[in-house]
């Protein structure tokens, strides 16, 4: 099995595993329709886990694409992914509903994460072997 099969199996396993661990499986009133959470506060701690759970998942896929022109874009479309699930299986939600500013913090989240991670994430390969680096380029 090549490596970006690997990779990609890894992912997506991954993407489940978080998209059903951070979801509310049970709502607490029940399921039915389909609304749009308008009473959260931007300044939620929620968001906060929004964005910290996101991060990582940028991150990661900044990292699998980082053979590619664009991997921070990549990275953060692949890390908004378990936020958009969980959001989507929010919005069924009686007691909630779909929450477009947790979505927008779970995009903030995957993008720092991808951005930090093609910032300072160095990978080389040559015929003989494979180098994954901690560096960067810009002096503090």
């Not at 022109?69 to 929010?90: A, Q, R, S």
Request: glycine residues 12%; contains cysteine.
């Amino acid at each position: 099995m090549s490596t970006k099969w690997r990779h990609g199996i890894w992912l997506a396993t991954m993407l489940s595993v978080s998209a059903a661990a951070h979801a509310d499986i049970d709502c607490n009133g029940g399921r039915g329709g389909y609304r749009m959470q308008t009473s959260d506060s931007w300044f939620h701690s929620d968001k906060l886990k929004h964005f910290a759970v996101s991060a990582p998942f940028g991150a990661l896929g900044a990292y699998l694409t980082r053979d590619t022109e664009h991997p921070v874009i990549y990275g953060t479309l692949i890390g908004t992914i378990p936020g958009l699930i969980k959001e989507g299986i929010d919005g069924t939600c009686r007691g909630g509903g779909f929450s477009y500013k947790d979505l927008v913090a779970d995009v903030a989240g995957a993008l720092t994460g991808a951005l930090l991670t093609n910032w300072a994430i160095s990978y080389s390969r040559d015929g003989r072997s494979r180098t994954v680096a901690i560096s960067y380029s810009r002096r503090f």
